[in-house]
């Protein structure tokens, strides 16, 4: 009891004094926050990019990919390829019988970022003339479609708010054209409001390419995935991967989300490392100070654990 009653009364008149220590108390502070705030702003972050990723995708809609590709970008699906995906069992069709699919294609673009000015990349994604079949979460909010072989293109609601030039009426130029921007369209918050949309007929003629980089397809039930796919399987004039979409942008987030957990983690490790050794110097200087303090304490009696703990608690 002897020594809780001294850790107390030393501990309350440190508290008393602290305003003469804010300073050295505010650096300890602020450099416990700032990793804090750091490392728990990057896992946000991580986070949310994730359950965006997730949401983009529907348990009645695949993609297909170039057989090995692990995304989009390194893959390429010929024009004779993806008719005959999209004339397979399994695929939905609209009332004139034809299917419900779109071949889409991806490049990057360079624009602005609004808040800063700093150029990014982003993407701009051909799609086919049934891209509002294929994905039904899909409006025009604002302008309006584009048309099929002009160089004009919709940019997602996000990307409009994110990024300088994109607005409606704005010419965004690319390595083989300038294009319009002649709407905004939104699909339900998911992954695709960042990128802008054109006719992949379009955007393949001015990158002068033959190919689709993957086909999306609306199925006429969740349950006809495996007979579509054992369709593509068995064609051997196809050589392709298919995949619910909701689980490929699931596989596309989890490979992200461990790159910035991981950077998140070293970052936030190194700043941690950097404030435990900025608050052992400042409490080192906070005991240096003190030192006549604490030898007048310990000569009246004050023991040794009550003195740590007193500076612990009131550094």
């Known amino acids: 009891m002897k020594t809780f009653r001294q850790v107390g009364a030393v501990t309350m008149m440190n508290l008393r004094s602290l305003p003469q220590r804010f300073g050295t108390s505010l650096v300890i502070v602020i450099g416990i926050g700032g990793v804090v705030g750091v490392l728990v702003s990057v896992l946000a972050m991580s986070t949310g990019m994730i359950r965006t990723m997730e949401n983009s995708g529907r348990d009645d809609r695949v993609i297909v990919l170039r057989n090995g590709s692990a995304s989009e970008n390194g893959s390429a ?4 390829s993806a008719r005959l995906i999209l004339d397979s069992p399994g695929v939905k069709r609209d009332a004139e019988g034809k299917p419900i699919g779109s071949g889409d294609t991806l490049r990057l673009l360079n624009v602005y970022r609004q808040e800063d000015g700093a150029e990014v990349s982003i993407s701009l994604r051909g799609v086919g003339p049934k891209v509002l079949q294929v994905r039904p979460e899909m409006k025009i909010v604002k ?5 099929p ?12 708010k994110q990024f300088k030039g994109v607005a409606i009426g704005d010419k965004v130029t690319t390595r083989g054209a300038t294009w319009t921007v002649v709407g905004e369209f939104t699909t339900s918050g998911d992954s695709h409001e960042s990128e802008l949309m054109a006719d992949a007929e379009t955007v393949m003629a001015s990158d002068h390419r033959i190919s689709y980089q993957s086909v999306l397809v609306m199925l006429e039930s969740p349950a006809a995935y495996q007979k579509f796919k054992d369709a593509l399987s068995s064609n051997p004039a196809l050589a392709v991967d298919v995949s619910h979409e909701r689980d490929y942008y699931k596989r596309q987030s989890e490979t992200i989300g461990k790159v910035i957990s991981v950077i998140a983690y070293v970052v936030g490790g190194i700043m941690a490392v950097g404030a435990i050794f900025g608050a052992l110097n400042t409490m080192y200087s906070a005991v240096s100070a003190r030192l006549m303090e604490i030898a007048t304490l310990r000569a009246i009696g004050f023991g040794s654990t009550a003195m740590v703990v007193s500076v612990l608690v009131a550094v």
Do not use: H, T, Y
């Open 143 to 147: 302008g309006r479609m584009f048309n």
């Open 149 to 160: 072989a002009v160089n004009e293109l919709i940019v997602g609601k996000a990307a409009s």
């Open 77 to 80: 699906i010929p024009r004779d």
